[in-house]
């Protein structure tokens, strides 16, 4: 697998929630590669929280922090990278995605909404009727997220581990053959 993949990042995309964060670490893990959070680098760069830089900056602030992080982030190889849930939005950024191989990680909303309902880090949830929200970010996303090269499916239940496992099971699969490098196909 690690010959296979011959140093390409993965960057997994995906709603609040999904579980890119556990899942990238345990993926990292095992391919040897090393891990990035784009909210955790944003947040050492400003020293702020995420919540922090919505409310004093506003969204449009943190849209560029999280374009400069990943377009930073690309230059390097044998990384696992999960990404905020709204990376997908700007098209420049998947510029610097499809350098990489990109994963969906894809998991029902009403599972979002339980891991979720008691979270306080998630400015764009902060609202009245958060199932609502969370239903409508994802219809508005629904088809950016759709561009991934791999599009993973979670089952309700299923574990970080076995999420892993299926993510690197999945990833040849979308991967040319070794004659063209590890590009993605
Ligand atoms: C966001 C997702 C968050 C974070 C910010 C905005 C989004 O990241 O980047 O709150 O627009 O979906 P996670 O997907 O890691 O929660």
Same mark, same amino acid.
């Given at each position: 697998?690690?010959?296979?993949?011959?140093? $390409?990042?993965?960057?997994?995309?995906?709603?609040?929630?999904?579980?890119?964060?556990?899942?990238?670490?345990?993926?990292?893990?095992?391919?040897?590669?090393?891990?990035?959070?784009? /909210? /955790?680098?944003?947040?050492?760069?400003?020293?702020?929280?995420?919540?922090?830089?919505?409310?004093?900056?506003?969204?449009?602030?943190?849209?560029?922090?999280?374009?400069?992080?990943?377009?930073?982030?690309?230059?390097?190889?044998?990384?696992?990278?999960?990404?905020?849930?709204?990376?997908?939005?700007?098209?420049?950024?998947?510029?610097?995605?499809?350098?990489?191989?990109?994963?969906?990680?894809?998991?029902?909303?009403?599972?979002?909404?339980?891991?979720?309902?008691?979270?306080?880090?998630?400015?764009?949830?902060?609202?009245?009727?958060?199932?609502?929200?969370?239903?409508?970010?994802?219809?508005?996303?629904?088809?950016?997220?759709?561009?991934? /090269? $791999?599009?993973?499916?979670?089952?309700?239940?299923?574990?970080?581990?076995?999420?892993?496992?299926?993510?690197?099971?999945?990833?040849?699969?979308?991967?040319?053959?070794?004659?063209?490098?590890?590009?993605?196909?």
């Amino acid at each position: 697998m690690n010959n296979l993949i011959k140093g $390409l990042n993965l960057y997994l995309i995906g709603m609040m929630g999904s579980g890119k964060s556990t899942v990238g670490k345990l993926i990292a893990q095992q391919l040897g590669y090393r891990f990035f959070d784009t /909210d /955790d680098l944003i947040s050492q760069i400003t020293g702020k929280s995420i919540n922090e830089i919505f409310a004093t900056s506003g969204e449009a602030e943190f849209r560029d922090l999280e374009t400069q992080v990943i377009s930073e982030l690309c230059a390097y190889k044998n990384l696992v990278v999960a990404t905020g849930g709204g990376i997908i939005i700007r098209k420049q950024n998947w510029s610097y995605l499809q350098h990489g191989v990109v994963v969906w990680l894809d998991v029902p909303v009403e599972q979002l909404y339980n891991r979720l309902k008691e979270d306080t880090t998630r400015p764009l949830l902060r609202d009245p009727d958060p199932l609502g929200k969370l239903k409508s970010i994802l219809s508005d996303r629904q088809k950016m997220y759709q561009q991934a /090269d $791999l599009h993973i499916k979670v089952a309700t239940e299923e574990s970080p581990d076995a999420l892993a496992t299926r993510v690197l099971q999945e990833i040849p699969k979308v991967l040319k053959p070794e004659s063209s490098n590890g590009q993605v196909s």
